[in-house]
Each structure stands twice: as C-alpha cells, then as structure tokens.
C-alpha cells in the first residue's frame, strides 16, 4: 500500500497538508510552537494526521529551545510561530540552532499576501508598512529562506526548505501567508520519498583527497583522533567507530561532541578541549604529530579562546560539507561520504602507529565525609557512577557545563549542551524536546498503537532523560516545567543550587556584585503548582544524602518526573572551570596588548592563583562560614 | 554646587560611568536587564552612583519589556543586554517599542574591538566569525545606532544616542566593547545638562502649518479632536488639554490614547476606534467634517484594519516630528511646538462650531443575580467603579485589551497596552518597569531620602498599578512576578482565567481546538513559591464575589501584593472584541477577491451572527453548562 493509499488522501491536497505529511514521513511527530494570529489555519491542517502533535509550548524562545532539542535526537525539528512578535521571539533559539548546527525548520504564519502588497499597517507590524523586515532579519540565522506563494512550485518549495535543514543542520526559514495554506497541490507526491541528498561528490577530487588523507594516517607516529558534534549531526556515528577500530588510534571528544564516542571504548582517551583539557589528556594531545579531526562544528578553531589550540601544520579537518588539509580546503565533501571512503580504502597494515596504554581520565580527589556538604567536585565524579546505558544527559551552560566533562558517559550515552552559542535557559527547553524524542522512538520500536498527542497515554522509556541546570538558570525559561508536566514526559531535573549565577561571579571575580543574585525561589513546590499529579522531590545537602539518593534503586527507574535540588556553596566551582579561568587570565595576559589600553581592573582580573584553589577547592566542613551561608539558604522553606 | 561637585567626580572619569550619570541627569534610575560575559565590567560602573539601580530581571526579553512599562512613564528606558544571546533574547520587546514609539536605550556588552577585529570565534558568536549581523539585525528596530570605539567622540555619541532616544522615543542600540569601558571623559561635560532637542523649527514653514489648520478649525461645523498615544510619548499633554479647552470640540482617544484625555472632561466623548466604536462614540465621528488627529502613532491609518477610517479629506494629523494636512506633509514639525503655536494662535472667537451636550457611553447592559457566575461583559463595566484618580492601568493583548475600552477612566488615570505590537505575555513585565518608575516618582516627591536599590526599603506610593492579565498571557513570562517580589513592589494583579488563549479561540472560531488550551497552574500559589511573604490572594467565581471585592476598603489600597484569580467562562469575550469579529467578517467580505481564491474555511469565517450573540453574550447561571465547565476548572486547586 503506498503513502496516499495507507492515509486515504483524495489526488489534491493542500501545501499545509502536504507539509506536514513530508514531515511524518521523516517521523518529525512534534512540532514546537504557539498559536497566533496568521498561524492558526495552518495548526488546523496539522490535526489531519492522527500522529502528529502539538507541543504547545510556553513561549517561542522556550519553543526554539525546545525544537533544537529535539532535532539533536531527531535531525529535525520543526517550530512554528506566527508573524513579526513570534518569530522574533524565538529568534535567539534559531540563532543557537545556526551556530551549533542544527536542523530546523521554522515556520512563520504570514498576513496574507494582499495585506503585504498594499503594506497595511496589521497589528505585529512595525506600523511602518515594511512586511519584509523579518524575512531580511531571518536571512542572517538560515541556510535557506523561502515564501509559499506561487502555486506550480510550492511543493518543490517545501521539500527544498525540509531537505536544506536536513542535509545542512542549520535553520530554514519558511513564510506561509494565511491565504496561502490551502494552495492545491498532487498528493501522489507523497508517493516517492523526499530526496535529502544535498551534493552530489566528484569522484576525482574524492580520491585526491582520501589519499591524501591516507598517505598521513599511515606515517604519523603520534596521532590522535578528535570527534566534534558534527559527526552526530551528520549521522556519521557508524563511519566514525569503523574509523576509529581501523586505525587504532587514541580518540577524544570536543566538549560538544561528548557521548558520540563510547567512553569505555579501549581507545578513548578522555574530553580534549585544547588548553582547558586535563594533564592525562594533554599528555597525549600536546605531543600529536597528527589530527584527524572528525565533523568539525567552527570552521576555524585555531583562534578559538576556548576550543582547540592544535598546530595547523599536523591536522587535517573533516567539516559536514568540505575538508580541510592543511592548508588545502576541498569543498563539496560530504562527511558521511568521505568517513565511509576511508572506511573503505584504508589498509591497516600500513599504519606505522603502535597501540599504546591508554592513561585513566577519572581520578576522584576528594574522600569527604558523610556530614560534609557538598561540593561541584565531588558531585560531578559520584555523579559518573549513577549514570546508566542510554541516558541523555543534559547539560546548563554555567558549572554545569564544566562539571559534565569530568563524568564517563556509559555505553550510548547521548549529551546535549550548547558551548558554543552558550545561551542561558536552553537547557530545561531543550530537555522537552529531548523527551518527546525519546518517547517516539520507544514508540516507533515497539509498534506502540497509541496516538502520540493524547495526553492521557502513559510511555515508559528506556532512556532515562537527565538534566542538570543552576538555579539562576533554570529561571529564564521555568515555564517549559509546565508543558513537560502536560504531557506527563518523565525527566531527572537536577537543579544545581548555588544562589545565582555563581559560573559568572566567579570568572568575573566579584563575589559581591548583586547582579549575580537571584531570587530564592520554592523549587520543589513547582511541580505542583503546574499541576503535575505523580512526581517526587528531593531536597540533598550532605555528602550522606546524595550517596542515599544514588544507592536508592526505586530512583534509578524514570517512572516518574524527578526533582532533585543539590544545594551548594556559592562561592564553589568545578574543576574544569578553574582551569578555564586560568587558561583566560594566561590569554589576556597574552593579550595584553589589547586589554590593557583601556582595561578595567575587573576585565583583566588579577587574582592569586593560591588564593582561588583555596577558596574553590577542598572538602568543607559543616563549621565553616561558607556551611553556615548554605544551611540558611537550605533551611529557608523546609 | 555643581553636578560634578554634587557627587565628589575627579576631572576625568570613565564613558560608561559617565553614560550612568547621564541617565541619573534624566532621573532614570532603574536600569534593566540580565548580567552576561560581556556586560559586567559595565555593570560594574552602575554601583558608583548611589540613585541608580539595577532591576536584575529574569530573562532577556522580560527586561525589555520592563524597560518599555518605565520609559512609558517616565520617557527613557535603559536596557542592558550582552552580545548575541542576550540581545537577540530582547529583540521582540525591543521591537515593540519601535513600532509603538517608545524611548529605549538599549545598551549591549560586546566582546573586545580586538576579537572582533580578529573575528575571534568566541562563545555567543555563530560560529562564522560575523560580529555585525547583530548590529545589522538592531538596525531596522532602532532610531539610531552606535559602537563606542572612538576615544574622542564617545561622550559625544552617549550624548547622541540619549537624545535620539528620548526626542523621537524609538529605541537606540548603543554597542560597548567589553574592552571600551574605561575609556576617560572629562566629567565637567555633566555640568551643563544634556541638550534633548532633536530638530530646529523653521519659523516659515509653522506658520503656514498654523494658518491651515486654523482655518479649518475655525470653520467646521463637525470638527472633533482624536488623541493618540504621542501625545504622552512626547510630552505635549499640558498643549492638548490647552487646544481642547479653547476649541470647545469633542474629544476622542485611540485605544493607545486611552487615559490621555481625561474621562470626566466635559468634551471626552469616548474612546474611537474607527468601525469598531461603540455606536454612542460613532454617532458623533461618522458625521464629522473635520478631524483633529493628534498624536498620531502610526504613519497611515486609513489602510489599517483594526484602526480608523477617516476620510482623508478632512482629516488633519500632527505626527511627532511632521503634520499631515490633506495631502501635504510637512516634515520637521515637532509635536509639542506645533501644539503650542495653535495654542497661542488660535482666536476661539472665530470658531463655527457650537458646542453640543455630549452622549453617555457607558451603560451597564446586564443586572446578574448573586449567585451568577462571571462573565466579561458585566466585569469589565463594574471595574470602572473601583478604578481610582492616579490608577496605572495596565492591560494584556487579549480579552483584557478591549475590554478595558468599555470601562471609564478617573482623572489622571494612565494606560498602558500594546495594541499595535500586540506581544503576549508584555504586560506582566511592562507592570514592572511601571511599579518601579511609580516608585520613583513618589521618592522625588516627597523628597525621600531611601537609596533606591536596597531590596528591603517599603515605599507606600499613592498610585495603585493595576494589570489585567489573561491566564495563557500570564504564562508567557511568569518568572517576572519573581522580580517583582524581590523588589517588595505592590500591583494588583488580576488574572483573568479563562482557560487558555480565549481571544483566539473567538477569532478564529474553532472553540474546540486543542492548541488554544494551557496547563491549568495553581497560580495563587506563585508569590509564595517566588519567596513572597506579605501578599494577599483572592479566587472570585460569582457576581457576590467580585461585588464584595470591590466593596471591600482594606482591598483598595495598595499596601501589599495582591493576586485575585478572576473565573470566566472559558467561551465568553467582551463586547469590543465581538464588534472586532464583525468588522473583520465585514472586512474579510469587502476583500473577498483577495481572501477567497485559497482560503480555508477557517480563514474567513461564516459564522451566523446570532450564534455568536447567543454563545457570548448575556447572563450565566449556574446550572449551564458553562458554569459546570467553569466550576470543575475552579474546584480543581481549591
């Protein structure tokens, strides 16, 4: 039975259907947004197809967020808003998307296209006639932009804008004005798959390069493998482990890209990010005398502050769309492809390299005892044991973004952060998207007859979906908790409490400013307040009871929503944290140059190494003053 | 004493110090905003001046949104964000004060000239090494833009951009390299005050204006005067009471202008808004032979759909900086001038009209029993008797926005709504920025010697600050209320729960689906969770209910927060937004060559008039069905 016959669809249906039907056949199931004026008839066409859902988000910067989240697991996230006021606020979400690669198809409810011509002056206008300035705003943060309005090509149109976001994982921006969803169009379409191939690769310049790429795997005496998020991105995992057992060389992950290698794989050797890395990692990056670097995210990394630091001279990149060898960049050079001819062509016999030992990146420091409260150090390694096969662990920017890279991440571990667009508030967001995720591939893998947008159906998945956020964070987008309860999705929300925003009033070194303040909020009353029924809420200050919480297996299962909120000193950071501090002061001092001219004390901070180790390391006692802070804090609404 | 004496400045201090004490100059003491990587040496600078504080909202777009409810009182907002995430996060509040004219310094943390220079691929970049595409994007919101860079012209530019700022009241988007902060100025620039005038009148072209217009006014026979909301954006309230006063004419606001005029005046005729007046307010508009339109916000009116229709040929419009007199435009003519020139010019004397008793235009239509439940109509006509001289009123896009054109303002009643922009979940943050610069007002007053920004001052202010919020608005940007608390700062908030995004579910007439739905909170319970301990909530189901609200004196003033959850039935909208419907259906008829050709049949609706009638309008009683679905929403939390 084909596609139109299985759906009952009549020979024309409407470029909204048609959509939405591409959509399901890419088992794109949830779609992000809200409702508003010029998008409505359009959602109308989305209840056509018994399993698509509505997320019905919060707000559309939460909604961006959450679409991101799920196109990490899914390729592809779709969101929708509706002119000038929705689509600008998501635009910082879509923004993320473009600068951490990520597939997204954004589309806008439009005024219909006589209001535009004749430049009425609608509400969710500037009042100024110009209906183009958010299509040239939308132009800066998508690989490709396009308005449905001509009749003959819009279906074309549609699979373009699905295929640019899938193939490219970046944003697509696309107008729908509200006259214009009932745009007849041929279901038989709907009969040959969507073709989601993007270039089409020249054979010589493939071979040019694969041996080229060769003729330096085969010599290097030294070398190194590191994997970017990209790989995961561009669905080259397969590839990338045939790469890596074929050579048997040393691999490390980018901070984006940890969870894409099986960190108990024999070869891996840890979270490489540049000067930041630990000393067992530097031990083996620093003396590389070459660099495969699998699916790159920044096109240039050599004068990234915070990524690598690698000598040009000895890497060689594999970007999505190009590679880069030296000082050679070939374009059109699909990343999948590429991996798969090498796969294909590499002859381990030739490999001079000889396997060695690979050096143990987690060493706990700290023995503290039971009554001791906690500290950021402690919890990010105990936390390593806790964490099973499959989880997808998600990560704040802020401590926590830094205490995750000192975990292992079990077999199949998926982690979503976003370092390099660093917005604060993604997480929680992101965290929905990743749990709808889930739940549809449970549902896909167990031919689960259940309508996925019923709010009643009750899913149990494997994948445990864990989220760490501070608690300054967790404000910007506390809203989404809601919708996470609605649809009675299941997440671990560790909230990382240490009174604001402790990441910044530690870099910037004014423990004092108010700015870094926030509002002491209730926490663990939320989920009720939001109406969730079925949840449990944890409330852990001593190194006793987060042991307790760890051991307690009834936890371990995600049966239902889990709050847990982990009180910490202020003034208490992880390990990897003080080693970007450190690696920013020797640059401004490197820079001073720049810095100094001009400079306030407070932009180039002066501060004794000895007295940040002190002050941000070591066991605390409960007699401390820094315990005496935590304990009124914590007591403050038990 | 001099300015520089005054606070004890050494001869030369920093720009952005200097940039502060400007702001101080204007009294602009409350500063919004979210601290990030790039801002805080800025912020930092804030604290030297011991009037200034910082609001430290709880996200992005909330801050603008604040900035905008404050300059609307007290003309200037300042909003601080940090580079990419931060002001992308703002750009929707930010938009909206574009198109709504509002005054918004929005000043944003850049990382330093060098990196840019570089094109450094820092975090918050896109990765692609663009540091303007942030810049270009603020430009088509913004009445001016500027980078500080250059050590001679920066105090020049701050100067600048205040100005702009404040004379064209748009938003300004002034850049600071985190690198640029301390950059000197001399500090006796701050001993003459900031010269605010934005353009030099030429004598020739004001009199022509002047001759014109008066000679209109001076023979109609029908002449009325509509204000719009520049009159309060640009100071020229004194000048129009002044011109109504001395013509004797009829005086309508917009419902932007609503509060502009005063509502006991003995002219104020009601608020107009074109075909969807009432018919009292259309009685007297439609036969109009001359309009007076004054303060125009938005360029063009006759082509907008929720706006007027006045007929071109009688219609005279003062815009802020231009005057339109039939078809001639006269640039360069400043609102507040030309005002006053009429003023000084006019001869009442020679004016036609006579002057005739004006219609009544509120009349309660409905007279519940007790035991009724509630229902928008009657509602909205009963607050007008609780309202008070000096309320601030604010209302959201939604049921709230037209139905407070049917309630009656006292004198010196302001209101605020964003009915071009029309961005939910705007008020709760807007009330905010107005509490705050409310606040202020009172501490100039009375000469109180309180440092603004300590957190446990208790201001009691004379005015009481009022939102009306929906239940699917309020959830937008809930996390505000947070800011609010920790401010001990003292509005009513009503939440008008009607289960979801109602105003919607009306227009587009499909009261059964599922994205109009929200999760139903416990929203009494938020200022407790928030951290608030003095506060006082009310739940209000019936018409006894609400009667003794109002009733109650201790309720009226505004010695603490108050939250009253407001329970309508979920199908019920005020009037105004029924007579909207009917114009639009009017409208979408008229536009049928345009609307037809591919529209849904949920595009343009065919919805039997008396349908509506009968489903939104008239008394409930308890044994309806509505009441039972209204009941078992009210039990749920109780």
Known sequence: MNYTEEYGLPSQISISEYLFHRLNQLKIWTIFGLPGDFNMPLLDKLYSIPTMRWAG????????????GYSRLKHLGCLITTFGVGELSAINGVAGSYAEHVGILHIVGMPPT?????????????????YSVFYRIANDIACHTAIINDTDLCADEVDNCIRAAWGYQKPVYLGVPVNQVDIPVDSSRLNNPIDLSILKKTKETDAQVIDLLLKQMYSASKPIIVVDACVRRHDALKETHALCELTNFPVFVTPMGKGTIDESYKNFGGVYSGSLSSPEVREVTDFADFVLFIGAILPEFSTSTFHFGFKKKNCCILFPTSVKIKKATFPDMLLKGTLQSLVDTIEPS??????????????????????????????????S?????????????GSSAFGINQTRFPTNTIGINQALWGSVGFALCSCLGALFAVEEKTVVKHNLEIKLRNYNRNIFTENRTILFVGDGAFQLTVQELSTIIRW????????????????DRFLHHRSDASYYDVQPWNYLYLLELF???????????????FKELLADESFAKPDKIR???IM???????????????????????????????????????????????????????????????????????
């Not at 001079?352 to 009554?371: F, G, L, R």
């Not at 109406?531 to 009871?545: A, L, N, P, Q």
Request: glycine share 4%.
């Open 350 to 383: 030739k490999i001079t390299y000889k396997h060695q030992a690979k050096v143990d990146i987690i060493a706990p420091k700290m023995e503290p005892s039971d009554s001791n409260l906690l500290r950021q150090e402690w919890v990010w390694n105990e936390i």
């Open 563 to 565: 709050m847990i909120e």
């Open 57 to 68: 988000n919060t707000n559309e910067l939460n909604a961006a967020y959450a679409a991101d």
């Open 531 to 545: 109406g969730c029924t079925s949840f449990e809420t944890r409330k852990i200050v001593t190194v006793s009871d």
């Open 568 to 638: 910490l000193p202020q003034s208490d950071v992880p390990k990897t944290l003080i080693a970007r501090w450190q690696a920013e002061k020797e640059l401004s001092n490197k820079r001073a140059g720049d810095f100094s001219e001009n400079s306030s004390e407070n932009s180039s901070p002066t501060i004794d190494p000895h007295w940040v180790k002190k002050q941000y390391l070591g066991p605390v006692t409960p007699t401390s003053s820094l315990s005496t802070e935590l304990h009124s804090r914590s007591q403050m609404y038990l």
């Open 114 to 130: 006589s209001a535009q011509t004749k430049q009425l002056l609608l509400h969710h206008t500037l009042g100024n006639g110009d």
């Open 385 to 397: 044991h806790w964490f099973k096969e499959n989880d997808i662990i998600i990560t704040e920017t």
């Open 488 to 503: 009675k999705l299941k997440p671990y929300i560790f909230i990382m409490n240490n009174n604001g925003y402790s990441v």
